[in-house]
T-cell receptor, first 114, second 109 residues
Framework: DSGVTQTPKHLITATGQRVTLRCSPR?????VYWYQQSLDQGLQFLIQ???????AKGNILERFSAQQFPDLHSELNLSSLELGDSALYFC?????????????FGPGTRLTVT | GQQVMQIPQYQHVQEGEDFTTYCNSS?????IQWYKQRPGGHPVFLIQ?????EVKKQKRLTFQFGEAKKNSSLHITATQTTDVGTYFC?????????FGTGTRLTIIP
């Protein structure tokens, strides 16, 4: 158990819909990262927040947005969903904001768009 | 942008054989991290290497960072069924961690 929690575990929704994925970092961690992992694919970095502020951005689609709240939990919003958005979405957290910190991953949310 | 490639993409070995995965970055890295993802699981941090030429061991796992800090390797001696999974290297670039393409290891009992 990494100490990072993600909800929900599974999500099935239809194309065009909007969903929100939630992540709570490990106690004491200030950074939250979001990754997308499609079937048999690597980890695609989406976005990072550090202490409430956006820190780094990857190849995140304009239909996707995220935020980190004062209690440090984070939400990833996916809208106008397409079939290709079906994937595992991981949240990770680290103590600091620099990329040299080791990251602790949550169990992931499996999103299926039908 | 930075690219981190790993070879091989897949490796099937008999239990007890050795296994090696190689990681190559298009840019010099300040450090390299290794993660393991079991089937159906999430990536788990294994180790971080910082110094040029650094070698670290964790039981049957040996990690090496190249002299030029652009490549790294993970060697597993005498594989066991518990070693099954995908091994990722990751290097920092532009304030984000770029993960390698991963090597999926399967063990034939």
């Amino acid at each position: 158990d990494s100490g990072v929690t993600q909800t929900p575990k599974h999500l099935i929704t239809a194309t065009g819909q909007r969903v929100t994925l939630r992540c709570s970092p490990r106690s004491g961690d200030l950074s939250v990262y979001w990754y997308q992992q499609s079937l048999d694919q690597g980890l695609q970095f989406l976005i990072q927040y550090y202490n409430g502020e956006e820190r780094a951005k990857g190849n995140i689609l304009e239909r996707f947005s995220a935020q980190q709240f004062p209690d440090l939990h984070s939400e990833l919003n996916l809208s106008s969903l397409e079939l290709g958005d079906s994937a595992l979405y991981f949240c990770a957290s680290s103590r600091g904001g620099e990329s040299s910190y080791e990251q602790y991953f949550g169990p992931g949310t499996r999103l299926t768009v039908t | 942008g930075q690219q981190v490639m790993q070879i091989p993409q897949y490796q099937h070995v008999q239990e007890g054989e050795d296994f090696t995965t190689y990681c190559n970055s298009s840019t010099t890295l300040s450090n390299i991290q290794w993660y393991k993802q079991r089937p159906g699981g999430h990536p788990v941090f294994l180790i971080q290497l910082v110094k040029s030429g650094e070698v670290k061991k964790q039981k049957r796992l040996t990690f090496q960072f190249g002299e030029a800090k652009k490549n790294s390797s993970l060697h597993i001696t005498a594989t066991q069924t518990t070693d099954v999974g995908t091994y990722f290297c990751a290097g920092p670039s532009n304030e984000k961690l770029t993960f390698g393409t991963g090597t999926r290891l399967t063990i034939i009992p």
